[in-house]
T-cell receptor, first 116, second 109 residues
Framework: EPEVTQTPSHQVTQMGQEVILRCVPI?????FYWYRQILGQKVEFLVSFYNNEISEKSEIFDDQFSVERPDGSNFTLKIRSTKLEDSAMYFC??????????????FGDGTRLSIL | DAKTTQPPSMDCAEGRAANLPCNHSTISGNEYVYWYRQIHSQGPQYIIH???NNETNEMASLIITEDRKSSTLILPHATLRDTAVYYC??????????FGRGTSLIVHP
C-alpha cells in the first residue's frame, strides 16, 4: 500500500539554526499538509498546500515557517530560526482530493525534531 | 467541527471485539465521522469514515446511530498491535481535522 515517507526520522538542531523537514507524499495525491505534536499533547494542524500555494494555515504557522514543493515528489517544511519550543514530532500528510471533499488524509510516521 | 467526547481509556482482551464509543451530539447534517488511530511514536493512521450508514472495511466497522449523535468503532478481533490512541473526528470536508485526546486502547493478552 502506498505511504507517505518522511526524512529524517530524527533531527537534532541547535537553537537559532534553520531546519528543513522532508516528505514524499503518496504519488497521486495533490493536497499536502503539515502537523506537529509536542510531546504529550494533541496533534495540531500547521498548514495545507495545493497547486504550489498555501491553502490554509493555523496561528502556529508564523513567519518562521515556510513550505515548498521543490520538485514533483518532495514536500518540505522549513523552520527559519528554530526555538526550543519547536521541539516536537512533525507529521506530513497527503490526500487525493482536498479540503472540499470527505477523503481522508494519510500520514507519515513523522520527524522528531529536537532543538538544543 | 462538532465537538466529540470519548472515554480517555479502555482495555480489551486479545481476540475479543473492541468497541470504542464516541459522542457527537452537535453533529450537523453534512459532517462526516472519521476515525484515526495513533500507535506509539507513529503518525495518525486513517481507519474508517462514514456519514450516516454503517461502514465496514478490512480494519474495522463503524456503527452510527440513526440520529447520528453517537458512533462506535468496532475492532472485531483485537490484537496486541491494536494498542493505540483512537481519535473520533467529526468534520465537514472543507475543514481540517481537529485531533482531541482520543481513547487510549490497551489490548492485553
Amino acid at each position: 500500500e502506498p505511504e507517505v515517507t518522511q526524512t529524517p526520522s530524527h533531527q537534532v538542531t541547535q537553537m537559532g539554526q534553520e531546519v528543513i523537514l522532508r516528505c514524499v507524499p503518496i504519488s497521486n495525491h495533490l493536497y499536502f499538509y503539515w502537523y506537529r505534536q509536542i510531546l504529550g499533547q494533541k496533534v495540531e494542524f500547521l498548514v495545507s498546500f495545493y497547486n504550489n500555494e498555501i491553502s490554509e494555515k493555523s496561528e502556529i504557522f508564523d513567519d518562521q515557517f515556510s513550505v515548498e514543493r521543490p520538485d514533483g515528489s518532495n514536500f518540505t517544511l522549513k523552520i527559519r530560526s528554530t526555538k526550543l519550543e519547536d521541539s516536537a514530532m512533525y507529521f506530513c500528510a497527503s490526500s487525493e482530493v482536498g479540503l472540499y471533499s470527505n477523503q481522508p488524509q494519510h500520514f507519515g510516521d513523522g520527524t522528531r525534531l529536537s532543538i538544543l | 467541527d462538532a465537538k466529540t467526547t470519548q472515554p480517555p481509556s479502555m482495555d480489551c482482551a486479545e481476540g475479543r471485539a473492541a468497541n470504542l464509543p464516541c459522542n457527537h451530539s452537535t453533529i450537523s447534517g453534512n459532517e462526516y465521522v472519521y476515525w484515526y488511530r495513533q500507535i506509539h511514536s507513529q503518525g495518525p493512521q486513517y481507519i474508517i469514515h462514514g456519514l450516516k450508514n454503517n461502514e465496514t472495511n478490512e480494519m474495522a466497522s463503524l456503527i452510527i446511530t440513526e440520529d447520528r449523535k453517537s458512533s462506535t468503532l468496532i475492532l472485531p478481533h483485537a490484537t496486541l498491535r491494536d494498542t493505540a490512541v483512537y481519535y473520533c473526528i467529526v468534520k465537514i470536508g472543507s475543514y481540517i481535522p481537529t485531533f482531541g485526546r482520543g481513547t487510549s486502547l490497551i489490548v492485553h493478552p
